[in-house]
């Protein structure tokens, strides 16, 4: 059984550019969430996909938007990225209906210049 | 005030000591609580998981969750250098969206 596959896992990117971050979830999940962790915070959440529509959304700005695919793989995408969107993009998945806990990827670490 | 508070620490204790970790929370319609811990560059842990109040025990860790005082608590037994990491406490409510709020994360260090 794998676990949460993240891609790429660093990123630098100029501010005003686009970026996709792509989230491959545990066998067996078929929700996705999408979580930013600043430096020395807690994650906060983004979003979550389940059945390819967004179930839930955070306090983020519609330049932030996702995508679920049949295989319950994910995208984050960012547009006119800004120097604080620098931080951990994590993924995490989960089986509907049951709060037991998610699954997090090690991350996509995201530097704006 | 935030939803859920947590110590940043840093705590640093020496190995074998037992580790106390905790958080607060002011909304009362959680009902999930987790304990997550995170290595440096890698993704939270899912380390416990309680429902509600009360207690439950895996090992070295032990959870605690006091619904009445809006407190939950984590205890390391016999901590080990490799407990070394941070850790997070989240929770989310029943029904809903799934989203889990966290807690800023203690970063703890067991020194050998």
């Known amino acids: 059984e794998t676990g949460v596959t993240q891609s790429p896992t660093h990123l630098i990117k100029t501010r005003g550019q686009q970026v996709t971050l792509r989230c491959s979830s545990q066998?067996?999940?078929?929700?996705v969430s999408w979580y930013q962790q600043a430096l020395g915070q807690g994650p906060q959440f983004i979003f979550q996909y389940y059945r390819e529509e967004e179930n839930g959304r955070g306090n983020f700005p519609p330049r932030f938007s996702g995508l679920q695919f049949p295989n319950y793989s994910s995208e984050l995408n960012v547009n006119a990225l800004e120097l604080d969107d620098s931080a951990l993009y994590l993924c995490?998945?989960?089986?509907?209906?049951?709060?037991?806990?998610?699954?997090f990827g090690s991350g996509t670490r995201l530097t704006v210049v | 005030q935030k939803e859920v508070e947590q110590d940043p620490g840093p705590l640093s204790v020496p190995e074998g000591a037992i580790v106390s970790l905790n958080c607060t929370y002011s909304n009362s319609a959680f009902q999930y609580f987790m304990w997550y811990r995170q290595y440096s560059r890698k993704g939270p842990e899912l380390l416990m998981y309680?429902?509600?109040?009360g207690n439950k025990e895996d090992g070295r860790f032990t959870a605690q969750v006091d619904k009445s005082s809006k407190y939950i608590s984590l205890f390391i037994r016999d901590s080990q250098p490799s407990d070394s990491a941070t850790y997070l406490c989240a929770m989310n409510m029943q029904g809903g969206s799934e989203k889990l709020v966290f807690g800023k994360g203690t970063k703890l260090t067991v020194n050998p």
């Open positions: 995490a998945s989960s089986p509907r209906g049951g709060n037991y806990g998610y699954t």
């Open positions: 066998s067996g999940h078929n929700t």
């Open positions: 309680t429902y509600s109040s």
